[in-house]
């Protein structure tokens, strides 16, 4: 670790947009660790070929009390005057079972929560604790959703989960900013995806999903961003100066 300048922390990489950020950020001078169900040997020999740092922890976010507390220990155990930057991405996340929530089950709707918003409160809160007497550049990026702040008919979990991550980030905002080397946070909607998310939600029955065939035309217009292409944006807006000048920003703000 003494030769990696950045330090990103990331949730949900191994598939989609996660695993993209994770390819991306394999790169000379960063030190990645990386939080998901699977690990990935594939990211493995990346690294062993970019010369790179690369942890990777096996948690289900299901269940997130166990996954902040490693957080919290070993970011407690690195030396953070070696590190120009520290950042944690909250990307993990779940529409869970699409209908209304009139016909939802308790689990499911305890498992979307826990992993749509339970889960990156509290990496957060390790986050920050771990690193608040750090001397380099603290970052939370949130991967919010404009579902997140326009309401869609048999989406009530994850709409609610993604509104809810990006309220706590205006707290956090709040907070940090009043603190000497505050941490920036954002909740940023990262545009249309072609994930495995939007495969399930086009597999869906109309009549349980009424805006079914708003996500068919995304795909049939061509209006997807493929993960790669999304995780470049989204990595971009991180890197901008003004990253946390809008605690609850667009992948697409000017």
């Known amino acids: 670790m003494t030769t990696s300048k950045h330090l990103s922390l990331i949730t949900g990489a191994s598939r989609g947009m996660g695993r993209a950020m994770a390819e991306q950020l394999l790169q000379s001078g960063h030190a990645l660790v990386c939080i998901s169900r699977k690990t990935d040997e594939a990211l493995t020999v990346l690294a062993q070929q970019a010369g790179t740092s690369l942890e990777q922890w096996s948690f289900d976010l ?4 166990a996954a902040a507390g490693r957080v919290r220990e070993w970011l ?58 750090w001397r380099g550049v603290r970052k939370v990026l949130n991967i919010s959703s404009g579902l997140g702040r326009n309401a869609m008919a048999s989406q009530a979990p994850y709409c609610a989960a993604k509104a809810g991550m990006d309220h706590f980030s205006r707290c956090v905002a709040l907070a940090e900013a009043a603190l000497p080397n505050g941490a ?62 809008k605690p609850v920003a667009d992948v697409r703000d000017v």
């Open 62 to 65: 299901a269940e997130p009390a």
């Open 76 to 133: 407690a155990q690195q030396d953070g005057a070696a590190f120009d930057s520290v950042t944690l991405i909250n990307n993990a996340g779940t529409v869970g079972r699409l209908g209304p929530l009139s016909a939802a089950a308790s689990p499911d709707l305890a498992q979307s929560l826990r992993i749509g918003l339970e889960a990156p409160m509290l990496l957060t809160a390790a986050f920050l604790a771990a690193t608040q007497s």
């Open 184 to 245: 920036k946070i954002v909740s940023l909607a990262p545009g249309v995806i072609d994930t495995d998310l939007q495969v399930q939600i086009r597999g869906t029955d109309a009549g349980l999903l009424p805006d079914r065939s708003r996500f068919l035309k995304l795909k049939d217009d061509g209006l997807l961003d493929s993960p790669a292409t999304a995780a470049g944006k989204v990595l971009a807006y991180l890197a901008r100066a003004d990253f946390g000048s």
